[in-house]
């Protein structure tokens, strides 16, 4: 059974502060990596994608993976009161017909 | 493009009735998938298609159906419905089946009485 486990949540952080999100995998085959942002009531809408080890910065997100410990990570700059939202780790093998094995998911709570 | 769509966005249905949940893309993407949502929870994934006339299961395929007889449409079909699939569900595409990115419908809202 491929899984993905995030931490457990909800995660509450001032505004202004970096938010931290992270995410590990049992399937070493996984080769695509990707975070999901889903507002309350509303579908997922991707906001960050890696592929390669390292770390892959876009505005204030920051996406890290490390493959060898089979992990990945979401950096949040400068949290704001809109950053509010479950924050979903979604990882995709290489043989799996573009499916994605989700995680269950962290809430994330930006406060004034 | 609209993208991808999904009808009827929320739903009541008595135990034992059948119902389709429709889902249609147009950026002409070969695959697609159907998740269920319970709350609180992650996506998991019912069925999916890489292209017309072809399925094959997810991780939770019980009590659901699919075809795929055009590129644009795949609809998720309950028989039977159960409180189980209480649930919302997500219909969602892509291009291809490494790198791309999947794009998802509004989804439907289940309730089942």
């Known amino acids: 059974q491929k899984e993905v486990e995030q931490n457990s949540g909800p995660l509450s952080v001032p505004e202004g502060a970096i938010a931290s999100l992270n995410c590990t995998y049992s399937d070493r085959v996984s080769q695509s990596f990707f975070w999901y942002r889903q507002y309350s009531g509303k579908s997922p809408e991707l906001i960050m994608s890696?592929?390669?080890?390292g770390d892959k910065e876009d505005g204030r997100f920051t996406a890290q993976l490390n493959k060898a410990s089979q992990y990945v990570s979401l950096l949040i700059r400068d949290s704001q009161p809109s950053d509010s939202a479950t924050y979903l780790c979604?990882?995709?093998?290489?043989?799996?017909?573009?499916?994605?094995?989700f995680g269950q998911g962290t809430i994330l709570t930006v406060h004034p | 493009n609209a993208g991808v769509t999904q009808t009827p966005k929320f739903r009541i249905l008595k135990i034992g009735q059948s119902m389709t949940l429709q889902c249609t893309q147009d950026m002409n993407h070969n695959y697609m998938y159907w998740y269920r949502q319970d709350p609180g929870m992650g996506l998991k994934l019912i069925y999916y298609s890489v292209g017309a006339g072809i399925t094959d299961k997810g991780e939770v395929p019980n009590g659901y159906n699919v075809s795929r007889s055009t590129t644009e449409d795949f609809p998720l079909r309950l028989e039977l419905a159960a409180p189980s699939q209480t649930s919302v569900y997500f219909c969602a595409s892509t291009k291809g089946a490494t790198q791309e990115t999947q794009y998802f419908g509004p989804g439907t809202r289940l309730l089942v009485l």
């Open positions: 979604a990882v995709k093998s290489g043989t799996s017909y573009g499916k994605l094995t």
């Open positions: 890696i592929y390669s080890n």
